[in-house]
């Protein structure tokens, strides 16, 4: 009988296994660069302002669609800021506003694959962070995610 840590270590092989195949898929169809910082964040984009470089406790501004990983289909969308795209996928979220987001890099309050990914990010870039479960919402489901599920969020920097 395996332990329950060897078993979140082959889940999370696993999804690593997943999450490259899509990565080399996608950079194959676009013309995409790829950053890693070698802890299951991929940030593939096409390049904004490269000379400015992210350091904790910049302000970064962006919106953003977030996305259920899946070898099927990829596609899922359970959040965004982006009004007509949440109004088309029916996402209610009339509980807060549909504006741009607005960080402090590296402090954030998000989930800890998007802060690591943002990080990566420049000024202007358009691009998608890609991490496994461990980075998002874990064993724990949330709303529409369900658990061990790894994500995608599509991003739009404006800042």
């Known amino acids: 009988m395996l332990s329950c840590s060897k ?6 092989e ?4 997943s999450l490259e195949s899509y990565i080399s898929t996608r950079m194959r169809a676009d013309t995409l660069l790829r950053r890693s910082i070698g802890d299951g ?11 400015r470089t ?13 996305r259920l990983f899946s070898t099927r289909n990829d596609s899922i969308v359970f959040d ?14 009339s ?3 549909l504006v741009p987001l607005t960080v402090a890099a590296g ?16 000024p202007r870039d358009t691009g ?3 991490f496994n479960s461990d980075l998002g919402f874990g064993s724990s489901p949330n709303g529409m995610i369900p658990s061990n599920s790894p994500l995608i969020y599509t991003v739009y920097m404006l800042r």
Do not use: C, W
């Not at 964040?41 to 000379?51: E, I, S």
């Not at 109004?87 to 979220?93: K, P």
């Open 128 to 130: 998608e962070i890609i």
């Open 107 to 122: 402090s954030s309050g998000l989930i800890e694959g998007l802060n690591k990914g943002l990080m990566m990010t420049h």
């Open 54 to 66: 992210r350091q904790a406790g910049d302000t970064i501004t962006f919106n953003y669609i977030g």
């Open 7 to 12: 078993m979140a270590q082959e889940r999370i």
């Open 80 to 93: 965004t800021n982006i009004p007509q795209l949440a109004r088309r996928m029916g996402i209610d979220l």
């Open 41 to 51: 964040v991929n940030y593939l984009y096409r390049p904004g302002d490269t000379t």
């Open 95 to 97: 509980d807060r506003r």
């Open 14 to 17: 696993a999804q690593e296994k």
